[in-house]
Structure formats: structure tokens, C-alpha cells
């Protein structure tokens, strides 16, 4: 058995309770979303209308998103013995580098530059920052 196995064995109701309040976190979020949404009128600012009015300073969180859902659902594995930190780093660099860049749009970018964002970075993601392992 490895260490993960025997770690995730002796704290199974401590990982219960964490993942029921994640799960309480994500339902309070989404009934505060409809709360907002349903008051739009008197000014409460929603998500997505943030989103859309800021859509040009947050073209880091659409290369962000491409790059995050890729490492989750697409995660690419390796049997080289590197620091994973590394990987990680030209990530965030790029990801800061479109943080300061998008401040200095003064309009939305085009659907077409937000797809090429979010496949870029996926395709980032998952070429730079794999998740490396060491032989058993």
C-alpha cells in the first residue's frame, strides 16, 4: 500500500467533512448568485455582469481557465524526474504577463482572441506543466 493509499485511509472523515464544505461553499455561492441576479435592478453587482464590463482587464482568467480545466481533465503524465515547480512557474508568468497586459485594453478583446486564449492556455498547460511522477 502507498503512503497516499494509507494517508487517504486514516483521514476519511476529516476528507468527508472537508468535501461537505466545499459542497455547502458551492451551493451558498450559487444561491447568492441568483439572490444578486434577481435584485439587478437595484444595482447589486453580479458576476456576470463584472464579467462583462471587465471583460478586457480579464483576459488572464480566460487563459487561466483553458489552462486549469486542461490540467484537470487532460493532465498529461511523465516519468522524468523534474520539478513540477517549473512548469508552474512559466504558467503563472504567462498568466501575470496577460494580467498586466489586459490593463492596458481599452476594449473587450474579440470572441475569436478569447478561444485562442483558452486554447492556449490548455495547450500550455498541458505541454509545460505536466505532472510528473517517479518510477514505482
Wanted: no cysteine; charged share 20%; glycine share 6%.
Amino acid at each position: 500500500m502507498s503512503k497516499l493509499e494509507s494517508f487517504l485511509k486514516r483521514h476519511l472523515s476529516e476528507i468527508r467533512t472537508i468535501k461537505i464544505i466545499v459542497a455547502s461553499m458551492l451551493g451558498l455561492m450559487v444561491l447568492i448568485d441568483i439572490v444578486l441576479v434577481t435584485m439587478e435592478g437595484k444595482d447589486y453587482p453580479t458576476f456576470s455582469l463584472v464579467v462583462k464590463n471587465l471583460r478586457h482587464r480579464l483576459i488572464w482568467f480566460t487563459f487561466l481557465y483553458g489552462g486549469l480545466m486542461a490540467k484537470i481533465f487532460y493532465n498529461r503524465k511523465t516519468s522524468d524526474k523534474k520539478k513540477e515547480v517549473n512548469g508552474l512557474f512559466a504558467f503563472f508568468s504567462l498568466v501575470l504577463l496577460l494580467f498586466v497586459g489586459g490593463r492596458f485594453l481599452e476594449t473587450a478583446p474579440s470572441l475569436l482572441f478569447q478561444l485562442v486564449l483558452l486554447v492556449a492556455g490548455g495547450i500550455m498547460a498541458h505541454w509545460v506543466w505536466p505532472q510528473f511522477q517517479q518510477k514505482a
